[in-house]
C-alpha cells in the first residue's frame, strides 16, 4: 500500500492558461474522486470514478474542468482557461468503493491562478 | 452545498485535556466519518461509525451518533501536541444521494504544549 499520489504538489499559473493534474491511487481501489478545498473550508465534491467510467460529477464542474481515468488507474484533472476562482487545493481520494468505503487521500495539488 | 457542520469552528486546549468536537447534518445517512486534515495535507479517515450503532471507539478516540438529533461528537481524550490539525465530519447520504462523501468546514484543534 504505497498510498494516493499527486503531481504536482504545487502549481502557479497565469490566468488564461490551462493545466493539468494527476492522480495516482492505490492500485487495487476502483473508486477514484476529486475534491477541491479552499482555505477554512471542507473538501467540495467534484466527480468520482468507478474503474474508468465517470459516475458523477458536482455542479461545481464547470465545462472548464474535465477529469478522465483512462484505464481504470491514475487519473488526470484539468482545468482550461483557469480563472483566479480555480485558486484551491485539488485533493484526490481512492478507496473500494460500497456505502462503508473509507477515502484514502492524496497530499493534493495547490493551484494558485495570478 | 455541505452537508455537516461542525462545531466549535476552533478549539485550544492544553496538552492531557480531552476535546471534543460536535457534527450536526441535514439528511438521512447510511454513514458518519471523521478525518483529520494536518496543515497543507491530505485527510486521514479517523473513524466510521454506522446510523445503526450509537458509540464506538479507537484508540483516543470516542464518536457518538444520535440520528434523531442528527448530530455526532468526536471525543479525543488525553490530548497530545500532534492531535494538532483540522477535524472533518463526513456524511454517505442515504436514498440515493451522491456516492461522495460530503464534508463540513471542520473544527480547527490546537494542543497548548
Known amino acids: 500500500d504505497t498510498g494516493v499520489s499527486q503531481d504536482p504538489r504545487h502549481k502557479i499559473t497565469k490566468r488564461g492558461q490551462n493545466v493539468t493534474f494527476r492522480c495516482d491511487p492505490i492500485?487495487?481501489?476502483?473508486?477514484l474522486y476529486w475534491y477541491r478545498q479552499t482555505l477554512g473550508q471542507g473538501p467540495e465534491f467534484l466527480t468520482y470514478?468507478?474503474?474508468?467510467?465517470?459516475?458523477?460529477k458536482s455542479r461545481l464542474l464547470s465545462d472548464r474542468f474535465s477529469a478522465e481515468r483512462p484505464k481504470g488507474s491514475f487519473s488526470t484533472l484539468e482545468i482550461q482557461r483557469t480563472e483566479q476562482g480555480d485558486s484551491a487545493m485539488y485533493l484526490c481520494?481512492?478507496?473500494?468503493?460500497?456505502?462503508?468505503?473509507?477515502?484514502?487521500f492524496g497530499s493534493g495539488t495547490q493551484l494558485s491562478v495570478l | 452545498s455541505q452537508q455537516g457542520e461542525e462545531d466549535p469552528q476552533a478549539l485550544s486546549i492544553q496538552e492531557g485535556e480531552n476535546a471534543t468536537m460536535n457534527c450536526s447534518y441535514k439528511?438521512?445517512?447510511?454513514?458518519l466519518q471523521w478525518y483529520r486534515q494536518n496543515s497543507g495535507r491530505g485527510l486521514v479517515h479517523l473513524i466510521l461509525?454506522?446510523?445503526?450503532?450509537r458509540e464506538k471507539h479507537s484508540g483516543r478516540l470516542r464518536v457518538t451518533l444520535d440520528t434523531s438529533k442528527k448530530s455526532s461528537s468526536l471525543l479525543i481524550t488525553a490530548s497530545r501536541a500532534a492531535d494538532t490539525a483540522s477535524y472533518f465530519c463526513?456524511?454517505?447520504?442515504?436514498?440515493?444521494?451522491?456516492?461522495?462523501?460530503?464534508f463540513g468546514k471542520g473544527t480547527h484543534l490546537i494542543i497548548q504544549p
Open positions: 463526513a456524511t454517505v447520504l442515504g436514498g440515493g444521494g451522491a456516492d461522495g462523501l460530503t
Open positions: 461509525i454506522r446510523s445503526n450503532e
Open positions: 470514478f468507478q474503474n474508468e467510467a465517470q459516475l458523477e
Open positions: 439528511t438521512s445517512i447510511n454513514n
Open positions: 481520494a481512492s478507496s473500494r468503493g460500497g456505502y462503508n468505503e473509507k477515502l484514502f
Open positions: 492500485s487495487e481501489h476502483n473508486r
